[in-house]
């Protein structure tokens, strides 16, 4: 195992005030988010978006690393070169998403199990070889009348190890991704007492199939109340409750710990992670940023809407919640400048 090449990976895409952007929806999800715009839900389409991000002017500044999607790895961009070799030539890293999606988990009604990992190791060394150098598995955790059950947890915990191990044997950087839903109408301390079983169950897990901390990111839904809950939170009670959770359960030799927004609307997504860095940055041992799907693209996706014309102004509004992103990496993102406009 490359130790040494790994733990620098891992440092690079966490270093400074930069973040991730996760930019591999699968094709269903990105077809899903396509439709509900009237964009055609075409291979070609999902290029020419994937070419507009990849294209945005500066991304380098404000982006580490970019996680990409099987069938995006093996596109090419408007120029020609494949994905991977042109986030290089921007400064971000490759990575891809290597998991195959969740299944319903037999025996465990309402519950999923994700999966992907018979053939892993192959497809892992075919993905280093067309460029990407760090990877993410995505483990979905439901919040219900009596679930997660600890069957769901631990299954899920376990296939995250088993996927961690195989991609440092394969010199990648694992991202490991275990999401608790913020969909639902749970509290915030429901969420808390989730989250901190499943980051328990998953660091044990870790632990047992030796994984190298140093040389993985974690990847956490933040703490706050269901989506659809009456409950209302501050921005200073979701950055408290979170790293309370965090700082119970994340190794300090994990380099960094990188959000997932979760469905948050993009503004409060930098507003939380802004609140984190403000009042914890003494206390924390890990680097604490972002890896925003929709909390960055979803603007962008709105201006863009499939249409050539709108190149210029969807890669604007993206640059500028990339920028948010990273202003609030440093405690600096101003809520108030970036609030939403009335019309
Ligand atoms: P969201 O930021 O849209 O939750 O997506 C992050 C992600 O990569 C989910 O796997």
């Known amino acids: 195992m490359d130790t040494q090449g790994l733990i620098e990976t891992a440092k690079a895409l966490v270093a400074g005030d930069k973040g991730l952007l996760a930019m591999d929806e699968s094709t269903p999800t990105c077809n899903k988010r396509f439709a509900a715009l009237g964009i055609a839900q075409t291979e070609e389409a999902r290029r020419a978006y994937r070419d507009m991000i990849v294209t945005t002017p500066r991304l380098g500044e404000c982006i580490s690393g970019a996680i990409l999607y099987d069938e995006t790895l093996r596109q090419l961009t408007n120029r020609g070169l494949s994905f991977a070799h042109a986030l290089e030539e921007a400064g971000i ?95 915030l301390a429901r969420l808390g007492a989730v989250t901190e079983e499943v980051l328990h169950a998953v660091f044990d897990q870790l632990f047992r199939q030796r994984v190298l901390l140093e040389g993985m990111l974690l990847k956490p839904n933040m703490v706050l109340a269901g989506l659809a809950s009456a409950e209302t939170n501050s921005v200073d009670d979701v950055a408290d409750a979170t790293l309370a959770c965090l700082l119970r ?65 969807a890669q604007q509004a993206l640059f500028h919640r990339a920028d948010c992103n990273r202003a609030a990496r440093r405690g600096e993102y101003d809520p108030v400048a970036d609030a939403p406009k009335r019309a």
């Open 93 to 187: 890293v490759p990575g891809i998403k290597v998991d195959a999606g969740t299944r319903p988990l037999a025996g465990h009604p309402g519950e999923l199990a994700t999966e992907g990992l018979d053939g892993l190791r192959e497809r892992l060394l075919a993905y280093a070889a067309m460029g990407a150098r760090f990877a993410k598995w995505r483990a979905v955790i439901t919040i219900g009348d009596a679930i997660p059950s600890r069957g769901c947890i631990d299954a899920n915990a376990h296939a995250l190890a088993r996927y961690a191990a195989l991609c440092q044997e394969a010199g990648l950087v694992p991202i490991v991704e275990p999401e608790v839903l913020m969909d639902g109408d749970h509290t």
């Open 249 to 313: 359960n994340v190794p300090a030799a994990v380099p960094g710990i990188a959000f997932l927004s979760g469905g948050q609307s993009p503004q409060l997504a930098s507003a939380r992670l802004n609140a984190m860095n403000l009042r914890f940055k003494s206390r924390m041992p890990w680097a604490l940023g972002f890896s925003f799907a929709r909390a960055i693209q979803k603007p962008a996706l709105e201006i863009w809407r499939g249409v050539e014309a709108n190149v210029a102004s």
